[in-house]
Nanobody, 117 residues
Framework: QVQLVESGGGLVQPGGSLRLSCRSS????????MGWYRKEQRELVATITGDLDTGILRTKYRDSVKGRFTISRDIPKNTVYLEMNSLRPEDTAVYYCTLTQGGNEYWGQGAQVTVSS
């Protein structure tokens, strides 16, 4: 059973930055899709996947976070990251890491991000 463990949440002032990390207990393949979902807004904010043949990565972002959030991953470390800049109070949420692998979907336990002065 694959487990996803998130870290990096916390309290930050508006305009600040945070980086979330999510490590999978299993291996990650180039063509697996990983993403970040935030509960309160009920939206998938970012995903990353790759082409197994070419290795080309594709990322997608919700309009509300474009230009502020960056998703990336380190396959040897089985880890996906979400770099969040210019944070706003409306970004406050529990952020869940997701992994779609071999037709199965896995979720992390969630990381609280609070943006407040």
């Amino acid at each position: 059973q694959v487990q996803l463990v998130e870290s990096g949440g916390g309290l930050v002032q508006p305009g600040g930055s945070l980086r979330l990390s999510c490590r999978s207990s299993g291996g990650i393949s180039t063509d697996d899709t990983m993403g970040w979902y935030r509960k309160e807004q009920r939206e998938l904010v970012a995903t990353i996947t790759g082409d197994l043949d070419t290795g080309i990565l594709r990322t997608k972002y919700r309009d509300s976070v474009k230009g502020r959030f960056t998703i990336s991953r380190d396959i040897p470390k089985n880890t996906v990251y979400l770099e969040m800049n210019s944070l706003r109070p409306e970004d406050t949420a529990v952020y869940y890491c997701t992994l779609t692998q071999g037709g199965n979907e896995y979720w992390g336990q969630g990381a609280q991000v609070t943006v407040s002065s």
